[in-house]
Nanobody, 121 residues
Framework: QVQLVESGGGLVQAGGSLSLSCAAS?????MGWFRQAPGKEREFVAG????????YYGDSVKGRFTISRDNARNTVYLQMNSLKPEDTAVYYC?????????????????WGQGTQVTVSS
């Protein structure tokens, strides 16, 4: 069983930046970040393959967010720049038992508890 713990959320003004981290209790393969705003479905934000060589982004965050990982630390990161009020959501880290990243929630086997990101206008 893998446990994922997110950190780094908070309140930021529009145009600002935040960096999220997700520490895994064990070795993980592909990982991803998702977010869920009140009253909305969980949305894919970014995914990264086990090697880190392949990364994928949701259309709404392309060019603003960057996903990366440090396998020696079993940690994945999400750097968020040029934040907008519509980025406000609970952000979840997810891991799957496959080397390939995915944008589908049902492909992921483990989920963190989530961290709140609030962007004020």
């Amino acid at each position: 069983q893998v446990q994922l713990v997110e950190s780094g959320g908070g309140l930021v003004q529009a145009g600002g930046s935040l960096s999220l981290s997700c520490a895994a209790s064990g070795r993980t393969l592909a990982m991803g970040w998702f977010r869920q705003a009140p009253g909305k479905e969980r949305e894919f934000v970014a995914g990264i393959s086990w090697s880190g060589g392949n990364t994928y982004y949701g259309d709404s965050v392309k060019g603003r967010f960057t996903i990366s990982r440090d396998n020696a630390r079993n940690t994945v990161y999400l750097q968020m720049n040029s934040l907008k009020p519509e980025d406000t959501a609970v952000y979840y880290c997810a891991a799957r038992t496959s080397t390939a990243a995915s944008a589908r929630t049902y492909d992921y086997d483990y989920w963190g508890q989530g961290t709140q990101v609030t962007v004020s206008s």
